[in-house]
């Protein structure tokens, strides 16, 4: 399918009309879908004002071959490529290897992928064939996301995913997880529960118990009775009479004892939990 123009000139500007749209064709070997794939169907298909952007996908046999087990089928792959606004259609059982029958039959002008050479079995660049014939486009590569970046941080995290799933009601057979390690994963949930429950708790409870034990240590207020002094008493026998106090050294000692009791046990709890 060639691409055909028609040139008018208006205002020293170039407006370009095709007759026939510009076929494009990526390969895409992807194990999971993500967002650089999505940026770089976007490329190819804005790359010319009318681009039918064909996307082939190798079947699970060569890629698992050349490239590893993938998360999704084939089958799954294709069918959510075609749900992608920048797709006009999806070749299955694509080749991983773009051959000239292959461009030929699918009547493919140019075949997008970025400029990084992409080896294979018998050859340092599967595109060179493509290069070297003038079909190929170039696209730019979006930094910071991959497949392997993915399936890091899902091994990074097994232990929460597998308990994610265990707590949705997926059978531990499912996840291919021993009784074992079940046990074992339920275990830390519950501590990790229970650090939460007195992390959030300790503050208020803490504050409590204080004012709890001072309430119990304080001394209650005192209401002495009216002195009567007699007429007849003398100096002496006025200094003899004893007015309680409000507190004594012991007292004071207990109460600052307790409340520092419980500041070394909270420290030693936050201390545990960390």
Known sequence: MLMVFSTFSIL???????????????????????HRHMRQLEQAKKAFPNTYLLVGIPNDIETHKRKGLTVL????????????????????????????????????????????????????????????AGKFLVTQRTEGISTTYII???????DKYITRQLRRGTPRQDLNVSWLKKNELD?????????????????????????????????????????????????????????????????DFATGYSLGLIGGVRSWVKQSLL
């Open 187 to 251: 275990i830390k949930r519950h501590a990790v529960e229970l650090r939460d429950s007195i992390k959030t708790n300790w503050t208020t409870t803490g504050r409590e118990l204080r004012g709890e034990i001072g309430k119990f240590w304080s001394p209650q207020p005192q209401t002495l009775p009216a002195l009567s002094i007699p007429d007849n008493a003398t100096s002496s026998s006025i200094d003899q009479i004893d007015i309680g106090r409000s507190a004594s050294p012991h007292t």
């Open 12 to 34: 020293g500007e170039y407006l370009y009309t095709r007759i026939s749209p510009l076929a494009l064709l990526i390969l895409v070997y992807m194990t999971r879908h993500h």
């Open 152 to 158: 890091t941080k899902i091994v990074r995290d097994y």
């Open 73 to 132: 089928t084939d089958k799954e792959r294709a069918e959510t490529l075609r749900h992608c606004k920048w797709v006009d259609e999806v070749i299955e059982d694509a080749p991983w290897i773009v051959t000239p029958s292959f461009l030929e039959k699918h009547a493919i002008d140019y075949v997008a992928h970025d400029d990084e050479p992409y080896a294979g079995a018998d050859t340092d660049d599967i595109y060179k064939p493509c290069k070297e």
